[in-house]
């Protein structure tokens, strides 16, 4: 069974703040996939990244990096110097290889307060 | 833009009627994913079809039913309606690199 634990149901921050979103997953699969997606208000599902179980690099976009972490089944996502536009509904999900469904967390809302 | 089409938008309906949701995946993607976010159940998993073939079932009611036609789009029917179906319904579409992108949503009012 896949389970995405995402603890932290709301977080409001002050802009140009950073802020981290956790993501604790469980899976019995020892290939798999994780994903962030954003919501924002206007309601549609932003892909912004995806990791595979074997790659344990962490990575760098513009603000936005990602802490991939095995051994504590943590993926957790750090928004730096955060805006406005950051604010939404962070969604992190999980699928093993073979695998047909993509499990989500139940998200994560946040507020970037100006 | 994800490049995964859903129509419609918007609908809004009565108890006891039916819908049908419309999805295409992007150009190439064999794999429509249908997925049902409601305020109380955040994003539960209803259906994967791959290539025409359902492939996993989630906790999709009986009332619901899909399939996924030659020219790979896929279409969500929705019967016997109840208030508690109202809500946002995803499809997204899987490339062969594994990202998984979503449609913009059909948000279901059931009245």
């Known amino acids: 069974a896949q389970k995405v634990t995402q603890a932290q149901t709301e977080i409001s921050v002050v802009e140009k703040e950073d802020v981290t979103l956790d993501c604790v997953y469980e899976?019995?699969?020892?290939?798999?996939?994780l994903f962030w997606y954003k919501q924002p208000p206007s309601g549609e599902l932003v892909f912004l990244i995806r990791?595979?179980?074997?790659?344990?690099q962490n990575e760098i976009s513009g603000r936005y990096s990602w802490n991939f972490q095995k051994s504590t089944s943590s993926f957790n996502f750090t928004i730096t110097a955060s805006q406005v536009v950051d604010s939404a509904v962070y969604f992190c999900?999980?699928?093993?290889?073979?695998?047909?469904?993509?499990?989500f967390g139940t998200g994560t809302r946040l507020t970037i307060i100006p | 833009d994800s490049g995964v089409t859903q129509t419609p938008k918007h609908l809004i309906t009565a108890t006891g009627q039916r819908v049908t949701l419309r999805c295409s995946p992007r150009?190439?993607?064999?794999?429509v994913y249908w997925y049902q976010q409601s305020l109380d159940q955040g994003l539960q998993f209803l259906i994967h079809?791959?290539?025409?073939?359902?492939?996993a079932k989630g906790n999709i009611l009986e009332r619901f039913s899909a399939q996924q036609f030659p020219d790979l789009h896929s279409e969500l029917n929705l019967s016997s309606l109840e208030l508690g179906d109202s809500a946002l319904y995803f499809c997204?579409?899987?490339?062969?690199?594994?990202?998984?992108?979503f449609g913009e949503g059909s948000r279901l009012t059931v009245l």
């Open positions: 999900a999980l699928i093993g290889f073979g695998n047909e469904k993509l499990t």
């Open positions: 899976t019995r699969d020892t290939t798999y996939y």
């Open positions: 990791r595979n179980s074997f790659d344990e």
């Open positions: 150009s190439g993607d064999l794999s």
């Open positions: 079809y791959y290539n025409g073939e359902e492939r």
């Open positions: 997204a579409s899987m490339g062969g690199t594994g990202e998984l992108f």
